[in-house]
């Protein structure tokens, strides 16, 4: 698993706990859909196999883009779980740097500390996991 940002942005304990928790429901999904999918079919197994653990989400969560205090826009997060910790899912043929700047925009623009972006088009979903904290 890549990481991104450094150790004085860590989240906190309870964060990095949640987000250990939806790592291991990503893992789950991949280990039984494996690559292939449209980034659409994950997110559906992904909030299917976070209800069986019970780890509240929202799916399509709205946030405001502002532009020197205005509201200029919005933005969607793919899942913000448990009012925490921002998921984006792809599925693409490997994560770029656009990918960590989306979601670097994503946590400005919450103020959230960490998020997850999971690329199911791999063979083991540990090689698709970046972990990207706001510092």
Request: aromatic share 4%; charged share 25%.
């Amino acid at each position: 698993m890549e990481r991104a940002g450094t150790v004085q942005g860590e989240p906190s304990a309870d964060v990095d706990r949640l987000a250990h928790a939806v790592i291991g429901a990503a893992i789950e999904v991949h280990r039984h859909l494996g690559p292939g999918y449209p980034e659409s079919v994950y997110a559906k197994a992904l909030q299917v196999e976070l209800e069986a653990r019970g780890i509240p989400y929202e799916p399509e969560a709205a946030m405001e883009v502002s532009y020197k205090g205005r509201q200029v826009g919005e933005g969607r997060i793919d899942l913000l779980v448990a009012g925490e910790l921002i998921v984006e899912l792809k599925a693409v043929e490997m994560l770029g740097a656009i990918h960590l700047a989306q979601m670097m925009a994503y946590l400005k623009g919450t103020g959230k500390r960490l998020g997850l972006i999971f690329n199911s088009n791999v063979l083991m979903l540990k090689d698709g996991v970046r972990r990207v904290v706001l510092s």
